[in-house]
Each structure stands twice: as structure tokens, then as C-alpha cells.
Nanobody
Framework: QVQLVESGGGLVQAGGSLRLSCAAS????????MGWYRQAPGNQRELVAA???????NYADSVKGRFSISRDIAKNTVYLRMNSLKPEDTAVYYC???????????????WGQGTQVTVSS
């Protein structure tokens, strides 16, 4: 069984920074794409930043220039550095891997449990 575990959320004042981490665990052969989504109360879940299967990272327009996604492939971990945080960034942040290869199967659309980020004004 594979799972994604997020950490690093919390309460921060506007203008502050946080770094989220998402580590994949289990018997994993490879993970090509990983990304971060967020969901605020009353809103749909939206893409924040992601590494696709091919190409460079992409970002939501609302976070460009403030957020940075990075990854450690050897550790099956993806990070989200969030700078210049705004109250509108308040949401539960979820890690996602569209496809994880294990020794015996492919596991699709894996989500973490989410981590709360709250930005106070």
C-alpha cells in the first residue's frame, strides 16, 4: 500500500512563509508526476503547483512568483515553498500523485490527507 503524507502546515501572518512537505511511502518503484492542490471552504479543489510527467513545473496564476515547488526524486518527496503568503491562500493543501508504480501494480490518483494552512491578516 502506498500513501502520501503531508507536513508543514500551520498558522502564519500575512507576508510570512511556510514550507510544505509531502513524502510518499510504501513499496514504490517510481513516481513521475507529483503536485499540490488546495481547497478553501466553499471552494473547489484547485491546482497550486505540480511537476507533470514531462516538462517543467506549472503554477496557478495566483501563486506565480510567490510559491516554488521542488522535489527529491530519491526520497519520493515533493515540497512547496510558500512566500509572501496572503489571507486568500488559507486552505487545506493536498499532495497528489496521479500514478505511482509499485513492484506489482500501478496505483492511480493518490492523495494525501491534507494539511491546513491559515494566513492571518
Amino acid at each position: 500500500q502506498v500513501q502520501l503524507v503531508e507536513s508543514g502546515g500551520g498558522l502564519v501572518q500575512a507576508g510570512g512563509s511556510l514550507r510544505l512537505s509531502c513524502a510518499a511511502s510504501g513499496s514504490i518503484v517510481s513516481i513521475n508526476a507529483m503536485g499540490w492542490y488546495r481547497q478553501a471552504p466553499g471552494n473547489q479543489r484547485e491546482l497550486v503547483a505540480a511537476f507533470p510527467n514531462v516538462g517543467t513545473a506549472n503554477y496557478a496564476d495566483s501563486v506565480k512568483g510567490r510559491f516554488s515547488i521542488s522535489r527529491d526524486i530519491a526520497k519520493n518527496t515533493v515540497y512547496l515553498r510558500m512566500n509572501s503568503l496572503k489571507p486568500e491562500d488559507t486552505a487545506v493543501y493536498y499532495c497528489n500523485a496521479p500514478l505511482i508504480r509499485t513492484p506489482t501494480a500501478y496505483v492511480s490518483n493518490v492523495w494525501g490527507q491534507g494539511t491546513q494552512v491559515t494566513v492571518s491578516s
